[in-house]
């Protein structure tokens, strides 16, 4: 298996952008967690300054959010302008997600009517065209009420900028969660900024132990975007903190310091099996067990209790099937496996001529460590049996439910799983029923799958609090076996259902399936 370094694909997330109607100088932004969820119509939501403003600072910038991101592809001159009787007011466009700004390259006119305007041609992500022609007007303050020293409107010496900056728009969004990890950190302002005012100290990321994170800033005259040095770490909290030491080009503080929080990703990114079948899982959080009070799962027993959140931070990989008869049967012939196993049991897969593709059985837990460690020294990564955690992870495929089908035996496990009702006489082969929605297949009978664990009936009461890759107890006389077999009534194909073998223990209803460490 060859492990490359890969970017997780960008989650989908759902920004509600309110409506903002404010003038330039307003503390109030936009606020963007990531890719904004696609409308039918393509729309402007709001603008700075607002339609029929007054008083509008000499040094504003132009802001224009929309209901969904826009493709920067759009943002030109073109679609695109601020104009004063007719005349084209020069200004640098930037775009962030769902905002636009128009910079003026110079001062406004003091007491002079400004015209903004957006045309139909714009489109979003999705290539929808902007809804309808939009434009707006607002006029700027007098220069003596915007503390100017002089009048830019009648050819006299140039207006002074004693306004101070204020945030405009930020992403991550405040409190957003999900957020992809190679993510940067985004905020457009409403004047441009100086570039020697950004620094660690000014604008800062932190985790959630304080700690700094490094990075380096790039600037695009209102629009400031930090970029961490590092991609940052899953499943963890992280702050914002922007400070009065930024200032704009002419050295006015930003109005007032602001600070937020965001999350990263916590869900689960799946990228599809490569040639030896493994499945890539970004890692995720989930809930762990099943509770007949508060889980849809139900029908659990006390080995099964208390549900605890776990979380599994990756990346690690699962394979999308139960290690084969002709896969075990590679690792014997080549030295480093054994099988002592039954020859002479019917329901026998080793080495039996047809049955190649099913999964191994009579196999014990030390014959399945020593075939991890083979794959090991023949692949890329560090092969491994999974532990109960990752197994039940994996086999729930972001569902809640007794199966990852559903609740409905009758409906859904016919079409998921080899068990008593269909397969009484033995396993079948590897994937010939449904996968799960990752990709998975036979985590639901077939054959009951080891685990790295040792099994402790009562070890989900000793992290009920919660867990971090959990790997069951420091010792133990059995290990965790999972998923039920091919004699098994539903009830033990739940994915939360567990029971236990000891380690050297074989039958034709035992197997296993790994997984790895990158």
């Known amino acids: ?192 900024i100086s570039s020697s005012s950004l620094s660690s100290s000014t604008f800062k990321l932190m985790d959630n132990s304080s700690n700094s994170i490094s990075g380096s800033y790039s600037l695009n005259g209102s629009t400031v975007t930090f970029t961490p040095t590092d991609n940052l770490t899953h499943f963890r909290d992280y702050s914002v903190s922007l400070t009065t030491g930024i200032k704009d080009s002419a050295g006015n503080a930003l109005s007032s310091a602001k600070s937020w929080s965001f999350s990263t990703l916590s869900n689960v990114v799946v990228i599809s099996a490569d040639s ?66 039954s020859t002479t049991n019917s329901k026998r897969t080793y080495d039996v001529s047809g049955e190649e593709n099913f999964p191994i059985n009579y196999v014990s837990w030390n014959d399945a460590a020593n075939y991890t460690s083979w794959l090991t020294s023949n692949r890329s990564g560090t092969y491994r049996l999974c532990t109960e955690a990752e197994w039940e992870y994996a086999a729930r495929a972001g569902s809640t439910t007794k199966w990852s089908c559903g609740n409905d035996n009758d409906s859904c496990l016919i079409n998921y799983a080899w068990y008593d009702s269909n397969s009484r006489t033995g396993p079948k082969a590897v994937k010939t029923k449904l996968a799960n929605s990752w990709g998975l297949y036979d985590f639901h009978g077939n054959i009951w799958e080891l685990t790295s664990d040792y099994y402790g009936g009562s070890y989900y009461s000793e992290i009920s609090g919660g867990a971090t890759n959990p790997s069951g107890p420091a010792t133990g006389g059995s290990r965790s076996t999972r998923g039920g077999g091919y004699s098994s009534e539903t009830t033990s194909l739940r994915s939360s259902n567990r029971y236990y073998k000891g380690q050297t223990s074989q039958s034709s209803t035992l197997g296993f399936r790994v997984c790895a460490t990158p």
């Open 1 to 192: 298996m060859l492990v490359k370094l890969l970017k997780w694909q960008s989650v989908l997330l759902i920004i509600i952008l309110s409506s903002v109607a404010c003038s330039k100088d307003s503390d109030e932004e936009y606020s963007g967690g990531g890719t904004t969820a696609s409308s039918a119509k393509f729309l402007v939501s709001s603008t700075i300054p607002e339609d029929h403003a007054t008083g509008v600072s000499l040094f504003t910038s132009v802001v224009i959010g929309f209901n969904n991101d826009v493709n920067s592809s759009s943002v030109s001159g073109n679609n695109f302008s601020l104009s004063s009787n007719g005349i084209a007011v020069p200004a640098k466009l930037s775009n962030s997600k769902n905002v636009v700004v128009l910079l003026p390259s110079s001062s406004l006119s003091n007491a002079t009517l400004y015209s903004a305007s957006v045309s139909s041609t714009v489109q979003d992500i999705s290539g929808n065209s902007l809804d309808q022609d939009s434009s707006w007007k607002f006029t700027t303050v007098s220069a003596s009420s915007d503390n100017s020293s002089g009048d830019t409107g009648s050819g006299g010496d140039t207006a002074a900028d004693t306004t101070q900056p204020s945030v405009v728009s930020i992403s991550p969004s405040e409190n957003a969660s999900s957020i992809t990890v190679d993510s940067a950190i985004t905020v457009v302002f409403s004047e441009s």
């Open 276 to 341: 030896f079948g493994m499945v890539l899982l970004s890692g995720g959080q989930f809930e762990m067990g099943a509770d007949n009070e508060s889980q849809s799962d139900g029908t659990g027993n006390s080995r099964e209790l208390p549900v605890h959140t776990v979380t599994l931070t990756g990346p690690f990989y699962v394979s999308d099937h139960e290690v084969t008869a002709a896969e075990y049967k590679a690792c014997v012939d080549a030295g480093s496996c054994s099988y002592t196993g």
